[in-house]
């Protein structure tokens, strides 16, 4: 097949829609790039500013520190901090999709007690001192992808209900 030789005024035929596609799309696509590293700088993809967030509950005994985005199978850390009640036990419950959603790595302190019932986990410390702040880690790692709706509660007492961002 015999190809026709160029002119040599004009080597390649340019059409004007391509060029200015092509145009758009660069420009478009960088300011799209540069969006999403700022948003992942943020914390809006995991650790970071947006993902952090604190909550208490109404009475001020339990407040949770947490990360509102995660990946699946990634760390994720938790940390409750709950005050005492002269009881013989200190409860902590956790409920919603909690259960079904995560597994727990690490939990420190080392728990007195600790068991499941209706789909709750329940941690129980022995014979705290009122007025007392204990102080829970939770190393987690997300098993489901989604929006995770999860509740924390001392026994007895005002729950926090919280949200997650699980990312594929």
């Not at 520190?65 to 956790?94: C, G, T």
């Not at 409920?95 to 420190?108: A, H, K, N, T, Y």
């Not at 941690?123 to 929006?147: C, F, H, R």
């Not at 995770?148 to 919280?162: E, H, L, W």
Request: charged letters at 25%; aromatic letters at 10%.
């Amino acid at each position: 097949m015999k190809t026709a030789p160029a002119d040599k005024s004009s080597p390649v035929v340019e059409k004007p829609f391509w060029l200015n596609f092509d145009f758009h799309v660069r420009r478009y696509g960088f300011v799209l790039l540069l969006l999403i590293v700022v948003a992942a700088l943020c914390g809006i993809f995991s650790k970071g500013y947006l993902s952090d967030s604190h909550l208490s509950n109404t009475n001020g005994s339990l407040s949770l520190h947490y990360e509102k985005f995660n990946r699946l199978m990634s760390d994720a850390d938790m940390e409750i901090v709950s005050v005492s009640s002269p009881r013989d036990r200190n409860r902590i419950i956790f409920g919603g999709d909690f259960m079904e959603s995560f597994r727990v790595d690490s939990l420190q302190p080392q728990p007195d007690k600790m068991y499941s019932r209706n789909g709750e986990m329940i941690i129980e410390y022995d014979k705290p001192t009122a007025g007392e702040k204990q102080t829970l880690w939770l190393s987690l790692t997300p098993m489901k992808a989604g929006v995770i709706k999860s509740t924390i509660a001392v026994d007895g007492g005002p729950d926090i209900t919280f949200r997650q961002i699980i990312y594929p």
